[in-house]
C-alpha cells in the first residue's frame, strides 16, 4: 500500500520560509520521480515542481529561485523548501507519484501566507 504524509505546513508572514516535507511508503522510493502540487481555493490542482531519480529537477515559473526541490532516498522523504513566500502562495500543498500502472497523492499540507 503507498502512502504519502506531508508535512511542515502552516501559517508564516510574507517573504518568511517554510520546509515542507513528504515521507513515502509501500515503494521503492529511489526509482521513481516525485513531484510537489499544490491548490489554492477556488482555484485547479498545479505541479510546483518534480524531481526526478536522477535528482534532475523541474519548476513552475511562479516559484523559480525561490523554491526548491530535493530528496533523500535513505529517508524516503522529498522536501520542498520555500523561500520568499508571497501571500499567493497560499495553497494546500500535495506529494504526487506516478508509478505508471496508477498514481498516488498525499493528503495535502496548508500553508498561509500573510501580507
Known amino acids: 500500500q503507498v502512502q504519502l504524509v506531508e508535512s511542515g505546513g502552516g501559517l508564516v508572514q510574507a517573504r518568511g520560509s517554510l520546509r515542507l516535507s513528504c515521507l513515502a511508503s509501500g515503494l521503492i522510493f529511489s526509482f521513481n520521480s516525485m513531484s510537489w502540487y499544490r491548490q489554492a481555493l477556488g482555484k485547479q490542482r498545479e505541479l510546483v515542481a518534480r524531481i526526478s531519480r536522477g535528482d534532475t529537477t523541474n519548476y513552475a515559473d511562479f516559484v523559480k529561485g525561490r523554491f526548491t526541490i530535493s530528496r533523500d532516498n535513505a529517508k524516503n522523504t522529498v522536501y520542498l523548501q520555500m523561500n520568499s513566500l508571497k501571500p499567493e502562495d497560499t495553497a494546500v500543498y500535495y506529494c504526487?507519484?506516478?508509478?505508471?500502472?496508477?498514481?498516488?497523492w498525499g493528503q495535502g499540507t496548508q500553508v498561509t501566507v500573510s501580507s
Open positions: 504526487y507519484v506516478d508509478l505508471g500502472s496508477y498514481y498516488y
